[in-house]
């Protein structure tokens, strides 16, 4: 069955050092998303993206935050400016299209420690 | 407000028993999923129920959506010990975003 996959799964980084998350959603979805979960919270939406372009966000997608889908199966989040409260469980998900019918379909997260 | 909020609590049960959990939202939605969470790794994908439906089943997982009271259970029968897990609604408002409760964390004792 195919799944969304993620890299690294651990990644530790210093305060203020950029970090680059990387996914590879479902080869036929169109949509994808960025989610984070900060230890023992709720996850949190970050951003969606379709046709290039950002479709979604929520107020923490700041500007120290950009997605970008650099190849045909790529899709990833750059964090340009780690902040200690950026530490938490980063998902990727994807669906087959953005209606509201589809299910989104999440990888295994990557856990970014900012120290 | 929270959207997508369940019922905050911890089930602890014996395997065998039925494992029932509710999910309160605020506003209407387009869908409702259930995801599952085994501890520090991903979220797998049980049900998608849309606004139109009021009961899913697949496998052992029952779900239902009252959208009158705004809300949805999710009900795994004859719970074994790999059902140990956290588990979440996300609510679905039609715009691709899904807002997620805080989960239920539900442990079977074999």
């Known amino acids: 069955e195919p799944e969304v996959t993620q890299t690294p799964s651990h990644q530790v980084t210093q305060m203020g050092q950029e970090v680059i998350l990387r996914c590879v959603p479902i080869?036929?979805?169109?949509?994808f998303y960025w989610y984070r979960q900060i230890l023992g919270q709720k996850v949190e939406f970050l951003v969606s993206?379709?046709?290039?372009?950002?479709?979604?966000k929520s107020e923490i997608f700041d500007d120290q935050f950009s997605v970008e889908r650099p190849d045909g199966s790529n899709f990833t989040l750059k964090i340009r400016s780690t902040k200690l409260e950026d530490s938490a469980m980063y998902f990727c998900?994807?669906?087959?299209?953005?209606?509201?019918?589809?299910?989104?379909?999440f990888g295994p997260g990557t856990r970014l420690t900012v120290l | 407000s929270q959207q997508g909020e369940e019922d905050p609590q911890a089930l602890s049960i014996q395997e065998g028993e039925n494992a029932t959990m509710n999910c309160s939202y605020k506003?209407?939605?387009?869908?409702l999923q259930w995801y599952r969470q085994n501890s520090g790794r991903g979220l797998v994908h049980l049900i998608l129920?849309?606004?139109?439906?009021r009961e899913k089943h697949s496998g052992r997982l029952r779900v239902t959506l009252d959208t009158s009271k705004k809300s949805s259970s999710l009900l795994i029968t004859a719970s074994r010990a790999a059902d140990t897990a956290s588990y979440f609604c996300?609510?679905?408002?039609?715009?691709?975003?899904?807002?997620f409760g805080k989960g239920n964390q539900v442990v079977v004792i074999p």
């Open positions: 998900a994807s669906s087959e299209a953005g209606a509201s019918i589809y299910t989104q379909y």
């Open positions: 080869s036929n979805h169109l949509y």
């Open positions: 993206f379709y046709n290039n372009e950002i479709s979604e």
């Open positions: 506003t209407s939605i387009n869908n």
């Open positions: 129920i849309r606004s139109n439906e």
């Open positions: 996300a609510t679905d408002y039609g715009n691709n975003r899904l807002a």
